[in-house]
Structures are given as C-alpha cells and as structure tokens.
C-alpha cells in the first residue's frame, strides 16, 4: 500500500508473480473485486443469522472462520517456516483483527438489523480514511460518504424502532477492528507472498473465538445440515470477500480503500431489504446515491493521481533523474 502515511515495506510477490508494492493493476479492478466482496458479504451475513438461534452468533462466527482458514490453507498452502519474526507478527495482529471484526459484529447483528449495524460499523474505516486523507478532494469524498452514514442512521432512529444499545455498541467495537484489519491488511499484503498470510490470520481468527463459539462448534459437528450451512456461510461471508478485498488491498492506497467501503452499507441495507424484509426509506436511498458518489469520485480522484504519478515518473526518467530509489530485494528469508 502507498500513500505518504505508510511505512516502507519489503516487496513480496503476488500469487501471479507481481510486485505487491506496486499498483500497476491499477484502480477500476479494484473496485470490481470491492463491489463482488459487498454482494457476497451480504448474502453470507443473511445466512448467517438464519444460523444464530441454532448456533448463537460467536458459533457461527467460529464455524465460518475456522472453515474459511481450512479451504484458504489447502489452496495457499504458506510457506510458514520461512517467514521472518516481522512477518509472523503482521499476520497475528491481522488474525486479530479478523476475529475482533467478524465476531463483534455477528453478535451486533443478532440483536439490530443489518443495515444499521454496517452503517455504524463503517464509521471505523471511515475515520481511518479520514485519518489518511493528505489532499482537500480527499476529504470530500469521505464526507459525502459520512454524510450518507448519518442519513442510514437517522432512518433508523426514526423507524420507531430503537436501537439494542448493546448491539451499537459491539458495532462500534466491530468498526474499531475494522480499521484495523485496514491497516494489518496492507500490512500482510506488502510484506507476505500470496494469501498465504490470509490463510492463516483466518486460522488464528478462528483459534482466538473458539472459546466462546464452542458450544455452537458442537452442535453444528453433531447437526450435519447447520454444518453444510455453515460451509455455505464461511464461503459467501469469509472466503470469497476477503479474498477479493485483500487483493484489492494490493492495489489502491488505504484512504481509497476506506472510502470504497461505504459500497458496503449499501449492499447490506439492499440486501436487508431484499432477504431479510427490512424496509428501506427515502433517506436510505438518498444515502445510497450519496455513498455511490462518494466511491465513484475517491475512485476517479485516484486513477488521476496513479496516470499523473506514472507521466512524472515518465518525465522524471526521460531528464535522467530517478523519482525514488531503487528497491534492493535480499535473499530469502
């Protein structure tokens, strides 16, 4: 991930062999593999809930990434053993994350709907890319989407149904992770070659809930049917979005990251509407054209940043000055 608050890292090779620290893959895909992650995402928290009265919300949590770890590390298979101590502690820190982030926010959903938990979820990546932001268009972008955040919330507010205080406040916690997993994510993907670092931050993930999704492990081992399900929802709600994401991690700066994420609200209040019989109002539209302008501009803005960085670059080249130093790659460690 570059951007001027990131520290540099060492190279690492992708799992088609280019160089993470780059983004010559430029934006646009990018936001296609965010967009795919928000629609899989969502259908797995749907299917998710209709395993809470079975499993409760940290069995399912648990189930689903202990499962995604199993198929992630059959298909990396990472090269553990030589990994150095700093990678080691990007991917514990990331399986932190993961497991702070999905188990937080289930038991949220499990006691206020969906839409609202995401929205407030969001504030954590929303504020990181605040946080980020070093130019004035920036900013703009992550207000407009704030301000489609707000509106979710207040239609929520003024559904006549309010809030479970406690389900806000594991949503806050969830957000707080979920800046996290931002940064470790980047983290892992500049310094860990392929997914293999992914694989396993699922697998600590899942060892860190295990403790308190292990009554709902059992019963899903005893009860085929919700351990099929629970497959189902480890693949829509784990495997595939954060593959996806953490590809595209590779391949915008963290503030556009931050931003694309509002598409993910979105998705969970269409998909809430859609599934789950949640109604969506007039101020929740108004917040989707608000938060798709939002992602649509930050994704414009950057295109325009990564051809005017490469036209430098060109010009820098053409006068016979380098625009930075050379990347010296050491043997493997």
Known sequence: MT??????????ETPLGSRAST??????????????????????AALAMQLFPELGSWGVTTLRLLLAAGVLLLVARPRILGWSRRQWMHVLLFGVAIAGMNGFFFASIAL??????????????????????????????????LVGMALLGIESFD???PLNPLGVLFTLIAGAFWAGYILM?????????????LAVAFLVAGMLTLPLGFGGVAAAIATPWLLLLA???????????????????RR?????????LSLEPVMAALSGWLLLGQEVGLLAIAAIFLVVA????????????????????VASLTAGTPTQPIPVVGPPR
């Open 3 to 12: 951007n001027p608050a990131t520290p540099p890292t060492a190279m690492a």
């Open 23 to 44: 983004r010559s893959h430029g934006t646009l895909p990018a936001v296609a593999m965010i967009l795919a992650s928000c629609v899989s995402l969502q259908f797995g």
């Open 112 to 145: 206020i709907p969906l839409g609202p938990a995401v929205a407030i979820e969001f504030i954590g990546p929303l504020a990181l890319a605040a946080v980020l932001s070093r130019k004035p268009r920036h900013l703009v972008w992550v207000g407009l989407a």
């Open 159 to 161: 559904s006549g149904e």
């Open 185 to 197: 994510g980047a983290r892992v993907g500049a310094s860990v070659p392929g997914t293999g670092g």
């Open 231 to 249: 497959f189902g929802t480890a693949m829509l709600s784990s495997v595939v979005p954060y593959s996806l994401e953490f590809a595209a991690l």
């Open 252 to 260: 915008v700066p963290k503030h556009v990251f931050g931003v694309l």
């Open 294 to 313: 939002a992602s649509a501009g930050s994704t414009l803005s950057s295109v325009k940043e990564q051809r005017a960085d490469k036209a430098d670059a």
